[in-house]
């Protein structure tokens, strides 16, 4: 009998904890028309900016949901700044000419009400990968293809975090975010670096 009453009292304290589950930060009503402003790049790699904000506007457009405007004319505006960019080769080949590379992009993101001039929230870190063999060999991709895999990543995490709010997708922690510049290597085949050599 005691055995019992221990069991229904452990199901009674288990059913009655509930798990906690912090409201969405979604975008306030009085926001309908949206602007994208001019991205920031923070990096050494010229040109990332523009493509990824042409991305992200016709992201927006795909969506729908908002009327995209000038920035004088919006209710909110969404703002990313790159931080950083780097191309690094993972394998090489048996003559040590790269067969992968990984291109990873790192932006800052923040929403901001311009009616009440307030930030309603950031998104620090938001990673962008993508890993991929040369174009050198079959199936593999350019620089510029994976930047388009990259931006593409991107554009889609910028408009989760902004319609589904916080916690639909998140950055990467500090402790993951290197601390050295962003670089893009200037790898050069080796009949070129033969030929330079003579």
């Given at each position: 009998m005691l055995l019992r009453i221990a069991a229904l009292f452990m199901v009674?304290?288990?059913?009655?904890?509930?798990m906690y589950?912090?409201?969405?930060?979604?975008?306030?009503?009085?926001?309908?028309?949206?602007?994208?402003?001019?991205?920031?790049?923070?990096?050494?790699?010229?040109g990332l900016e523009d493509k990824l904000y042409m991305?992200?506007?016709?992201?927006?457009?795909?969506?729908?949901?908002?009327?995209?405007?000038?920035?004088?004319?919006?209710?909110?505006?969404?703002?990313?700044?790159?931080?950083?960019?780097?191309?690094?080769?993972?394998?090489?080949?048996?003559?040590?000419?790269?067969?992968?590379?990984?291109l990873r992009m790192l932006l800052n993101l923040y929403f901001i009400d311009a009616t009440q001039n307030v930030t309603l929230w950031e998104e620090p870190n938001l990673e962008g990968v993508a890993i991929f063999n040369a174009s050198t060999l079959p199936g593999g991709k350019t620089e510029e293809e994976a930047r388009d895999i990259v931006r593409d990543d991107l554009?889609?995490?910028?408009?989760?975090?902004?319609?589904?709010?916080?916690?639909?997708?998140?950055?990467?922690?500090?402790?993951?975010?290197?601390?050295?510049?962003s670089t893009t290597e200037q790898l050069q085949p080796a009949a070129?670096?033969?030929?330079s050599a003579q």
């Open positions: 009674l304290l288990v059913s009655s904890c509930t589950k912090p409201s969405a930060q979604l975008i306030p009503q009085h926001i309908k028309k949206i602007a994208i402003r001019q991205i920031i790049n923070d990096t050494t790699v010229s991305r992200i506007t016709d992201e927006f457009v795909r969506d729908g949901r908002f009327t995209i405007t000038n920035e004088e004319n919006a209710d909110g505006v969404v703002v990313a700044k790159i931080t950083y960019y780097t191309l690094q080769p993972l394998t090489y080949g048996p003559n040590f000419d790269p067969q992968q590379y990984k554009s889609q995490k910028i408009i989760t975090r902004t319609m589904a709010g916080f916690g639909s997708v998140a950055g990467i922690s500090e402790k993951k975010v290197p601390k050295f510049p070129t670096t033969q030929q």
